[in-house]
């Protein structure tokens, strides 16, 4: 399979804090990987050494097959890489309409930086229509996001990045503190993800909301990655398993 | 179509209405003045000089920031101006000069507030005293006479009376507001202080230079200021050291009545537009309805606190809906 994704020897301190040891990550195309594992395991510091936020101290880092230099590594990089991360609180502007928040940063302009206002809005229209599925719930490119759902927000984010032509989405703990309802909208948004030959690392707690959708598992114990299953080898009851045992060692 | 465009536009549609209904009641209490053109003629010479201030101020809040300094910019740019003028008689080279020294105390605000740190609150009142202070030092306590200045050619351009009535300040204030109200509804830099404002987190995610556009808005305030500031020289044909005090509540309280948050995120040009007329015939509808001066202040704090009240609660209307 070919590799999106893959880190070697990976290593990241802060201070005296060892928060990455020896990390050997790859994520593949089409896949999607659910990173597990409990509080300050590292899922979080893997993930911003991989979108540019905290490049790795020590190790190597290939995306799409090119070799990443990094010490230069940025998020600025990452995103022309086609990385990109959706954050539960951080991805939308609250007070903004959609349509905006769709192109922020990534604006169709005219030579004097002037926004093609009718074309962007056709565009994201057709974003929340045909990309998210967000048809007939009211929602239009001049709704504004503070009257969307926890997860209609988390579709929004999920539908831009996919747009952009992002390859890799990176979705960080984003169903956190959402209704069940809710919880099942953005699975439905990582199943989409996929069918449109995208890839996408998951970070959870929960693994019972990811199951269904991952391809495969990794879990980081204290800095290291300490399992990595795909799925069609362990049931969900196994899964838990080697959470608690990994929980019952420390 | 008209019921879409009310409904997205309700502060706008709600603060112009405010704006009719005072000159209606006006109109009913002083029928001679508010019927007739000279009132509205005055009302365009005098507007503009706060006005212009509250349109650059509208993006500083919308960006999530404050400036206090404007007064105190004012008066150094005022005294910087005709300092100038007196001493090359040039009116243009003094104009410029003037809105260098704007350019420089948005850079100092920018300085202190993107790179350093220090909360635009807090750093915009250390200016405000900073200018003031240096700008009392400077003049010695003594105005500037300037009375050549109604001969030059740019004092026409800038406050002469087109066709003999309109005064120029109150093309510029409309020409400044269209200018922009087009950066922030159709330009990509207006898009940036909208989510600077909102969500820097956000922003910066979405790859704004965060940094760079806050120093923008904190020079287009420094320039602006300025060039109000040589409006009130230009009109007035003097600069005194006391210039630019008293506007500081005009200022808020046209951008808060137009509906700007001081939350920042959301704002409108047009609604400070309109919220700058409105403070600017109040005093003078007052006076002439019959009403002793000291009313003004008490009707503006009614009109402030009610303004910024409905909007309050429409939104929460909003939200819930």
New interface residues.
């Given amino acids: 399979m070919e590799n999106l994704i893959r880190m070697k020897g990976g290593f990241k301190n802060f201070g005296e804090i060892k928060a990455l040891e020896d990390i050997n990550f790859e994520l593949h195309k089409n896949e999607v990987v659910g990173l597990l594992g409990d509080n300050g395991a590292g899922k979080s510091t893997l993930i911003k050494s991989l979108t540019g936020v905290y490049p790795i101290d020590k190790g190597e880092l290939y995306i799409k097959g090119i070799k990443i230099d990094i010490h230069r590594y940025s998020v600025k990089e990452a995103r022309k890489y086609g990385i990109e991360t959706v954050y539960q609180e951080r991805s939308l502007g609250d007070n903004q309409p959609l349509w905006r928040n769709i192109f922020i940063g990534r604006h169709n302009t005219n030579c004097f930086g002037y926004i093609k206002v009718k074309k962007e809005k056709e565009e994201a229209l057709n974003i929340l229509t045909n990309l998210i599925g967000l048809k007939g719930v009211g929602i239009s490119p001049d709704s504004f996001v503070e009257t969307l759902s926890g997860g209609e927000r988390q579709g929004v984010a999920i539908g831009r990045a996919m747009y952009f032509e992002s390859d890799i989405i990176v979705l960080d703990e984003p169903t956190t503190a959402l209704s069940l309802k809710e919880v099942n909208k953005v699975l439905n948004f990582v199943e989409m993800i996929k069918k449109n030959g995208k890839s996408c690392i998951y970070i959870t707690h929960n693994i019972y909301q990811i199951y269904s959708v991952s391809d495969r598992f990794v879990i980081l114990d204290r800095g290291k990655i300490v399992g990595n299953y795909m799925r069609q080898d362990l049931s969900v009851e196994d899964l838990s398993n080697k959470l608690m045992m990994h929980a019952k060692s420390e | 179509m008209l019921k879409t465009f009310f409904k997205?536009n309700i502060l706008q549609v709600g603060i112009f209405f405010v704006l009719i209904a005072l000159l209606l009641i006006f109109m009913a209490l002083s029928p001679s003045t508010f019927l007739a053109g000279r009132i509205y003629i005055a009302f365009m010479s005098t507007i503009p000089f706060a006005a212009i201030m509250a349109l650059g101020l509208t993006l500083v809040i919308i960006s999530g920031d404050m400036d206090l300094s404007f007064p105190s910019v004012m008066a150094i740019s005022g005294f910087v101006f005709s300092s100038t003028f007196l001493s090359t008689n040039n009116a243009l080279i003094a104009l410029i000069v003037a809105l260098i020294v704007g350019m420089a105390a948005g850079i100092i605000n920018g300085l202190l507030v993107v790179k350093i740190g220090v909360p635009s609150i807090i750093a915009t009142i250390g200016m405000q005293f900073f200018w003031r202070g240096l700008t009392t030092l400077l003049c010695e306590g003594m105005s500037k006479n300037i009375v050549p200045i109604r001969e030059t050619i740019t004092h026409k351009i800038l406050v002469g009376r087109i066709g003999g009535a309109i005064p120029s300040q109150a093309i510029w204030f409309t020409v400044i507001a269209v200018f922009l109200w087009?950066l922030l509804n159709?330009?990509?830099?207006g898009?940036s202080v909208?989510?600077i404002g909102?969500?820097m987190?956000?922003?910066k995610?979405?790859?704004?230079n965060v940094d760079t556009i806050r120093f923008l808005i904190f020079i287009q305030m420094g320039v602006l200021t300025s060039f109000s500031g040589v409006l009130v020289c230009f009109e007035m044909a003097n600069w005194w050291p006391t210039q630019g005090e008293g506007y500081m509540l005009l200022v808020f309280a046209s951008v808060f009545i137009g509906g700007t948050?001081v939350f920042g995120?959301?704002g409108t040009i047009i609604g400070t537009f309109i919220g700058a007329i409105i403070i600017g015939i109040i005093e003078a509808g007052l006076i002439i309805s019959g009403f002793s001066g000291f009313w003004t202040r008490l009707i503006y704090g009614v009109i402030i606190v009610t303004s910024v009240s409905v909007y309050a609660i429409m939104t929460k209307k909003?939200?819930m809906s």
């Fill in positions: 997205k087009s159709r330009h990509a830099f898009d909208r989510f909102d969500n987190q956000t922003a995610i979405m790859g704004i948050s995120g959301r909003k939200l």
